[in-house]
Each structure stands twice: as C-alpha cells, then as structure tokens.
C-alpha cells in the first residue's frame, strides 16, 4: 500500500494518489486564507491518541450537537492498528477555531460511537458521548437537495435547481498543510491556523481517479493555484454560505495538478438521516 508523499496548501482539494488506499490519504490546504472569526464554527479537528500523545489527521463538520461528519479513511486502518498494536482512540475538537473569547473550547472529546457507510463509501459519521450545546457552536446547515424537476415547483426560482452544477463556487477549510516543494509537491506540515480557500465545481470526467472511488457518490472541485493538502480530508465543502454539500476526500500527489475530489453529501442525505434521526436531515417529499 502506497503512502501520500507530501502535500502542499493551506486549503482546497486535491491530494490523492491515484493508486493509494483510503487509509493513506490525509491532506491539507494550499493558497487559501485565514478563516475569519464568525465562519467555521463548526469545523472541528480529528485527533488520534496513541503511546506517543494525541496527532492531528482529518477534519470533520458538527452536524447536530452530537454528531461529527468525516471522511472514513480517517479513522485508524488496520494496517496503523497492525503498526501501533493497539487500536488509537480518536477524538473531535471542538472550539480549535477561532479560539478562545469566541467559543467555549477547545474541547477535545473521544469518539467512542463510529458509523461507515455501509457500503464502505468513504464517508463517516462519529456520534459524541456528550452534547456539544455547551460549546455555543452552532452545527453547519445541511444541504437543499431538491430533486423536484423544476416544471413542478410552485416557486419564483422556477427553472433553478438546488443541486450543485458546474461552475458554482464552493469553499473548504482545514489544518493542511499549506506549501509545495520546488516540484509541486505537497509538502506535509500541520497549519496552526484555520484556512479558508474557494475554488469551483468542475466535471470529473477523464481524470485518473482510483476505480473504488468511482463507484461512490463525488463530485470534483478545481481552481488554479488552490489546492488542498495532506489534514484536509474529512472537511466540509460549503455552498451558498453554509450548507453542507460535500465532504472532501482527496486530490493528487501534485500540488494544483488535478481536481479534488468530493463526497457528494445530498447523495448520502437519506443516509445521514436514517443513522442521526436529526430533524434537520429529513428527506422530506
């Protein structure tokens, strides 16, 4: 199983090799920005404790008080189990950003309840042990997946579809790393500050993106000189402020060579629902 190389980026999408396994895609961000004091409440980090302390690996989105949505490659392999010979634990932080003044945090909470899709998409849903109410965070939006056609609604947005298409502008954040080296590559490091980077919706089509990820629910994001990086998996791409319409899942090993690569969150909506029972998230005709 082949490991990424180094990622560079402060935050936006494209960092997977085309040949490497789940497990080994953990990425950053790269030409993005600080993210401001009032945007990302919601974004939380994920950490795993082992012998040696805790270590940063993924992003994630507080989706209700109680509720974490991520990437599953995320969570500990069996090949790290194998390596460390014990299982990590794995824990969410809450209140990272902006810090202290703002939010009640950081908090750092073991995530003791963990739920793949069940087809083994890369996605995942982690459930708290404690309420995050506390923490005065207020859960990201989910997305307004109409699937109506739109001869049907009754609306002034008649002919306007709720779906992302290509061209909309859309935004991810994260920890990642936020450089290349002198050939493109990514370089791995742990940014100490939320980043922030647009980018837009493009086509997947012809890109060399592994078969297994083909046969799930993405959509690709590109923009020239952003990118994401390694520590940017599992983090919430927003549309239209803050609705939750994807999660990242990884790029290339190249820094801005390549679209990124989403998981599709109205695909896994009913999904969601049916795991969280948050009202929010119902499917409703």
């Keep these: 199983m082949k490991t990424m190389k180094t990622l560079s980026g402060v935050l936006l999408l494209s960092l997977m090799l085309a040949d490497a396994t789940l497990g080994d895609i953990q990425k950053r961000i790269i030409g993005g920005k600080d993210c401001n004091d009032k945007e990302r409440l ?3 980090r994920i950490e795993w404790l082992n012998g040696q302390g805790f270590h940063y690996q993924c992003g994630g989105s507080l989706i209700s008080d109680q509720w974490v949505l ?3 490659h995320c969570r500990p392999t069996e090949n790290v189990i194998k390596k460390h010979q014990f299982v990590p634990h794995v824990y969410v932080v809450l209140g990272k950003h902006p810090g202290s003044g703002h939010v009640k945090g950081p908090v750092k ?3 003791t309840d963990t739920h793949v899709h069940p087809d083994q998409h890369d996605i995942m849903l982690l459930k ?6 506390e923490n005065t965070i207020t859960p990201v939006n989910p997305p307004d997946c109409l699937t109506t056609p739109a001869k049907k609604r009754k609306t002034e947005d008649s002919g306007k579809t709720s779906e992302l298409k290509l061209g909309d502008t859309v935004q991810i954040a994260g920890y990642g790393g936020t450089q290349a080296d002198s ?3 990514r370089v791995v490091d742990v940014s100490t500050t939320l980043k922030c980077a647009e980018y837009e919706v493009v086509s997947c089509y012809n890109i060399n993106i592994q078969q297994s990820i083909k046969k799930q629910h993405i959509f690709c994001t590109k923009r ?3 990118d994401t990086c390694f520590g940017d998996s599992g983090g919430g791409v927003v549309f239209d402020g803050d609705q939750l319409y994807g999660v990242h899942q990884g790029g290339f090993l190249i820094a801005c060579s390549s679209p990124g690569i989403v998981m599709d969150v109205c695909k896994y909506k009913d999904w969601i629902w049916k795991t969280t029972h948050i009202p929010t998230w119902e499917i409703k005709p």
């Design 42 to 44: 919601y974004h939380v």
């Design 70 to 72: 991520t990437a599953a």
């Design 109 to 111: 909470i073991e995530a």
């Design 128 to 133: 708290l042990p404690e309420s995050a109410k």
């Design 183 to 185: 050939d493109g590559n």
């Design 224 to 226: 020239s000189k952003v």
